[in-house]
């Protein structure tokens, strides 16, 4: 099993930024990749940035050019930060993990609220 735990969100104005941290413990080892994901109310789960445990990077379209994931997940720690930040940014972010065995986001952590103001 692996547990992760979110810190970070809040409240900020557009245009402002923050950062977002993901503290994993358990079977580390056992992981391939670790993403941040967000969901807006009545909107699908955007996966907005993934890193793998060799440091490789992949963002939505959303994302690239304002957002920076980074990390070490031998580390058990990855960010997320978020620049240049958009009313339309406003959403639960959560942190997850992917295993080796399945490659899929099986692990979640309880989520985040970032909330941007216009």
């Known amino acids: 099993q692996v547990q992760l735990v979110e810190s970070g969100g809040g409240l900020v104005q557009a245009g402002g930024s923050l950062r977002l941290s993901c503290a994993a413990s358990g079977f580390i080892f056992s992981i391939n990749a670790m993403g941040w994901l967000r969901q807006a109310p009545g909107k699908q789960r955007e996966l907005v940035a993934t890193?793998?445990?060799?440091?490789?990077?992949t963002y939505a379209n959303s994302a690239k050019g304002r957002f920076t994931i980074s990390g070490d997940i031998t580390k058990d720690t990855v960010f997320l930060q978020m620049n240049s930040l958009k009313p339309e940014d406003t959403a639960v972010y959560y942190c997850?993990?992917?295993?080796?065995?399945?490659?899929?986001?099986?692990?979640w952590g309880q989520g985040t609220q970032v909330t941007v103001s216009s």
């Open positions: 997850a993990a992917q295993p080796r065995t399945t490659l899929q986001y099986d692990y």
């Open positions: 890193i793998t445990r060799g440091g490789r990077t």
